[in-house]
């Protein structure tokens, strides 16, 4: 008939497949029989009874009480601090998961098997064997897809229970065939992810950010780390986290291991108890080493709380999970909302940081809105580079738009280097101190150490440690950046999941902590500027104008970054550069700038690999793909 439109034939047999995964659902009496196995070979133990379930006594939730009880209506004070070293930000989660008095309450996104993922899995473990009431919620696209892992913690106490949001033919494994028949069948549900990262102890303190559970946010994978940023907030702020949490718990989308298909059938198939052994670490030393200083006061105090801010107005927003159900529902977008909202509201400077620029449309009507003041606010933004990404088809759509991103929104770009040296020297770490051994209980390789302080202070995502970067010229550890942060006129900022991209716009759920404190403001903006200097970052900026040949290959750059596809013109408008020996740094816009800047190559120090060549494709014919990455 005309006007209907036939499947494509090659896709007829992902649609039928599609059909009947969703056709398998789970009934009531499987669901029960499931149930009945769970209760029948749940490990009961319990390590504590005393009233306060052994919470040990915590700095971090001391400050906390102090903020809740100094709180007034209309009044609240809050306590909080920047976490951007990868250690102490591991250690703060230790620590108020061994002081959680009742309830601790873990969302995220990825949670990988490594060690990272591992050991914050079993001290959550301990926390519910000491009685206190443990509830995870994953996506389930990037976590937690060994069925033998979820029968163990399905089973390993009835106060802890595990959920995932979103699952795909609601199953926790997701097969490369199931991935297609996905897309094909319900490609909008599909797409749509939970991206919220939220830890929050006793409603009265927690931690959001850019982390989640795997080695590389912690500086522990040997290859590849990421350069990320957490706050932790106690006051009233951390019950609004608790709200929201609530919120996705209950949301239909969150699934109960038993309502599975694959966990429903590993339990019927394995009625005897698992248990739960003791993690084998990959390095062992350095996990001894955090849980050392997960348990020191001193050293919370030094390198958590030294730094923290005692202040008043603090907010946690959060995307509701409607916005899964509702994309274009402004409603269900309230942290991308505010978001919006604050940076519009800029007259002086915005310093962003994010490791995908990709503009939503809103944000890009916003920008130009802001470069067309007079005068316009700088707007400083702190990226990836080629080189520093682990999502090169992102990245390629941030290179077709530079000149859009240069001249009509008036960015200044920086993008990281892969062996930036801020995130060494903010991740040192000392040798074991004079005199001091480690305890026989130790890996011999585990002597505490003294953290050294710095004078200074994809398509859907990343989905684990198999996505790597492009092979450079240059060898040595690598970092990436993963920070999503923003700071306004030096007077309020905001740490959270949000990437100022579509994805974050329209499909992901989101969430931050927004603090109007002029001094913490100007922590963050030091600490995202300090990622732009010669030394951790190259400069985007135009290409020296040659005359008669630069406007000529402008204009055919112009006509070829507007087609949808086919653009492969190679002279792009802008490319990166690099601060001269002897020179002083300075901002792109000086007039001085080509004679102390040297252009370095649009991809500096990326070898020629299959991932160069993606990234140029994804230039030419990825634009239509925008909206999702």
Not at 446 to 467: D, F, H
Request: charged share 25%; net charge neutral.
């Amino acid at each position: 008939m005309h006007g209907m439109h036939r499947p494509c034939p090659a896709l007829l047999p992902l649609l039928l497949l599609a059909l009947l995964l969703q056709g398998c659902t789970l009934s009531r009496a499987q669901i029960r029989r499931a149930d009945a196995v769970v209760a029948a070979s749940m490990d009961t133990r319990s390590t504590c009874a005393r009233p306060d379930h052994c919470a040990i006594a915590s700095p971090l939730l001391a400050a906390a009480d102090e903020a809740v009880a100094a709180s007034r209506p209309g009044h609240p004070q809050h306590v909080v601090a920047m976490l951007g070293a990868s250690e102490p930000a591991l250690a703060a989660r230790l620590n108020l998961i061994r002081a959680a008095r009742r309830t601790i309450d873990v969302q995220t996104y990825i949670w990988d098997h490594d060690d990272a993922g591992l050991l914050v899995l079993d001290e959550l473990v301990q926390a519910a064997w000491r009685g206190v009431r443990v509830r995870i919620l994953v996506d389930q696209l990037s976590a937690f897809g060994d069925l033998a892992l979820l029968d163990r913690l399905a089973r390993v106490s009835p106060d802890l229970e595990v959920r995932l949001y979103n699952p795909t033919f609601d199953k926790a494994q997701i097969s490369p065939l199931g991935w297609a028949a996905g897309i094909a069948c319900c490609f909008l549900r599909f797409n749509q992810r939970m991206h919220n990262k939220v830890l929050v102890v006793d409603d009265r303190i927690g931690i959001t950010g850019g982390r989640n559970y795997q080695n590389r946010y912690y500086d522990w994978d040997d290859e590849f780390d990421y350069v990320d940023r957490d706050v932790l907030v106690g006051g009233p702020a951390a019950q609004a986290m608790a709200d929201s949490f609530a919120l996705f718990w209950n949301h239909p989308r969150s699934v109960p291991l038993t309502h599975l298909r694959d966990v429903n059938r590993h339990l019927l198939a394995h009625p005897q108890a698992p248990g739960w052994p003791a993690p084998a670490y990959a390095h062992p030393e350095r996990v001894w080493r955090v849980q050392q200083e997960a348990g020191d006061d001193e050293w919370l105090r030094m390198y958590v709380l030294d730094d923290s801010l005692r202040t008043g107005d603090v907010e946690f927003f959060s995307d509701l999970p409607g916005k899964t159900e509702e994309p274009h529902e402004h409603a269900a977008r309230e942290l991308t909302r505010r978001v919006m909202q604050l940076v519009a509201a800029a007259r002086q400077e915005v310093v962003l940081q994010t490791p995908y620029l990709v503009m939503s449309k809103r944000a890009t009507r916003i920008f130009r809105a802001l470069h067309r003041q007079t005068p316009p606010p700088r707007i400083v933004v702190s990226t990836n580079s080629l080189a520093s990404t682990d999502d090169f088809a992102v990245y390629a759509i941030t290179y077709k738009h530079r000149k859009r991103y240069l001249k009509k929104l008036g960015f200044e770009i920086y993008e990281l280097k892969p062996h930036a040296s801020g995130p060494t020297d903010d991740n040192a770490w000392a040798s074991l101190e004079d005199g001091e051994e480690a305890p026989a209980a130790a890996p011999a390789a585990g002597g505490r150490r003294r953290y050294i302080k710095p004078e200074q202070t994809s398509l859907l995502g990343s989905r684990g440690s198999s996505n790597r970067p492009a092979p450079l010229h240059s060898q040595g550890r690598r970092f990436g950046l993963h920070a999503k942060s923003f700071v306004v006129d030096s007077s309020f900022a905001m740490i959270g999941s949000h990437n100022f991209d579509p994805r974050s716009d329209h499909y992901n759920t989101e969430a931050g902590v927004i603090v109007y404190d002029s001094r913490f403001a100007d922590q963050l903006r030091e600490a995202i500027l300090r990622d732009t200097t010669p030394d951790n970052a190259w400069v985007i900026a135009p290409r020296q104008k040659v005359p008669v040949l630069s406007p000529i290959s402008q204009a055919i750059g112009d006509v070829s970054a507007r087609l949808p596809l086919f653009d492969f013109w190679p002279f792009r408008y802008a490319t990166s550069y690099e601060l001269k020996a002897g020179c002083t740094p300075m901002r792109p816009d000086d007039p001085a700038f080509y004679s102390c800047y040297e252009p370095v190559g649009d991809f500096p120090d990326v070898a020629i690999s299959p991932k160069l060549i993606y990234t140029r494709l994804f230039t030419a014919f990825g634009v239509g793909i925008q909206g999702i990455l």
